[in-house]
């Protein structure tokens, strides 16, 4: 071999090693892969609240297409839009979808799983300027694989709310109306009699005449108003008792646009009396702490109108 050749086999196999080198340092290292999955996660996380899913088919879809579709793969993206409620996003105006939080990374061949929590939260409780106040999270697992330089989400699995009772959508009744309900109240002292409830729109304008029918045991049948959060409700609640338990009948009226629901059901109290210690204090402490408003306020936000009669 001539001196000339030696020459330029020197120079290819220097560029060569100069080659790798500057590969080996460009190519991401497992924590720099971690951090950038992380961060795209939290951004996607930051999306949410902007998809409203009880909202018209057409309207969810262009919205999910909008905040989801820097994020999702084509093929995921399509069926959230088909089926809305197995997607992430809101539900309900308060609380909503704030932010994700991550807690596990794991690497699984060339695709990431992520562990998080979706937090919502609300403006209930918080002062003028103070942050939202958090009241949820929900577990979800999501699948990421890279896509050229950027990452696309896959696969995404929603959990259930810890204790939530397994909230799900109803059919739609026949004036059109769609809500959300658990499918059972997480109480063991305070039991559903008369479940789902009943939503409906109702004919007359909304109005509120406060007021009560008692008996010499205390009140058969209360009107008042309660605020929660920003929306007044006209609630009636009526009591009867019978076999050592008392059922309670409640019944919800609010304005919800130029239109008045209400929300109905009857709920079984057992007399905390008949049990031994320590279940009598739980049952006392279970029953006068337990936010009946509250259920139904979510219950009446997420109220989907699908049709009109």
């Known amino acids: 071999m001539t001196g000339r050749a030696l020459t330029v086999l020197a120079i290819v196999v220097i560029l060569g090693a100069v080659a790798g080198v500057y590969l080996i340092s460009r190519t991401p290292t ?10 795209f996660v939290e951004e996607f996380g930051t999306k949410l609240k902007n998809v409203s899913l009880l909202a018209d088919r057409t309207m969810v879809a262009d919205a999910m297409q909008a ?22 996003g809101q539900l309900t105006s308060s609380p909503w979808p704030e932010k994700i939080e991550v807690t596990g990374i794991t690497k699984k061949g060339s695709d990431f799983e992520v562990e998080a929590d979706i937090v919502e939260v609300t403006n209930e ?3 003028i300027g103070e942050a939202p106040t958090e009241t949820a999270r929900r577990p979800v697992t999501l699948t990421l694989e890279k896509n050229g330089s950027t990452w696309r989400i896959t696969a995404l ?26 499918q059972r109240l997480t109480t063991s002292f305070i039991s559903a009699a008369e479940w789902p409830p009943l939503v409906e729109r109702a004919v007359n304008k909304y109005a509120c005449k406060e007021g009560s029918i008692t008996a010499a045991d205390g009140p058969l049948k209360e009107t008042k108003k309660n605020l929660v959060d920003d929306r007044e409700y006209c609630v009636t609640r009526s009591s009867e008792g019978a076999a050592g338990s008392t059922y309670r009948a409640y019944e919800y009226a ?9 929300i109905a059901f009857t709920l079984r109290f057992p007399q905390c009396m ?6 009598q204090s739980a049952c006392k402490a279970e029953q006068s702490s337990y936010d009946i408003d509250g259920l139904v306020d979510r219950i009446a936000r997420s109220i989907q109108v699908t049709s009109v009669e």
């Open 30 to 39: 497992a924590q720099e892969e971690e951090r950038s999955v992380r961060a």
């Open 67 to 88: 905040q989801y579709g820097p994020y999702v793969a084509p093929v995921l993206l399509s069926e959230w839009q088909s089926d809305p409620m197995v997607a992430p």
């Open 125 to 127: 409780g918080g002062g």
């Open 157 to 182: 699995t929603l959990g259930s709310y810890p204790g939530d009772g397994e909230w799900r959508l109803s059919e739609p009744s026949a004036q059109g109306l769609r809500f959300l309900y658990p």
């Open 254 to 262: 609010f304005q919800f646009g130029t239109s008045t629901y209400r």
């Open 274 to 279: 008949n049990y031994d210690e320590p279940q």
